[in-house]
Nanobody, 122 residues
Framework: QVQLVESGGGLVQAGGSLRLSCAAS????????MAWYRQAPGKQREWVATITSGGATNYADSVKGRFSISRENAKNTVYLQMNSLKPEDTAVYYCYADHVRETFFARPVDYWGKGTLVTVSS
């Protein structure tokens, strides 16, 4: 069974920075894209950023230029560097792993982490 565990959330003042990490553990033969989503109180979960296995990245307009996603394939870990944080960035941030195969012949499965809370005070 594959698990995704996020860390790095916390309370920060507006304008500050945080770095989130998400480590995938378990039997992993291959993994396609990894991504970050977030869900603010009373709102739907929204996509934040994606990085492919080859390192190509894409960002939501709301975070472009402020957030940076990266990954270490050897460690099955993805990071989200968040700079110039705003109160509207307050949310639970979730890690997502796309098309994870535990063996060469295994059916690909998508996984979600349990989330880490980021609170940005004004």
């Amino acid at each position: 069974q594959v698990q995704l565990v996020e860390s790095g959330g916390g309370l920060v003042q507006a304008g500050g920075s945080l770095r989130l990490s998400c480590a995938a553990s378990g039997s992993i033969f291959s993994m396609a894209g990894m991504a970050w989503y977030r869900q603010a109180p009373g709102k739907q979960r929204e996509w934040v950023a994606t990085i492919t296995s080859g390192g190509a990245t894409n960002y939501a307009d709301s975070v472009k230029g402020r957030f940076s996603i990266s990954r270490e394939n050897a460690k099955n870990t993805v990071y989200l560097q968040m700079n110039s944080l705003k109160p509207e960035d307050t949310a639970v941030y979730y890690c997502y792993a796309d098309h994870v195969r535990e063996t060469f012949f295994a059916r690909p499965v998508d996984y979600w982490g349990k989330g880490t809370l980021v609170t940005v005070s004004s």
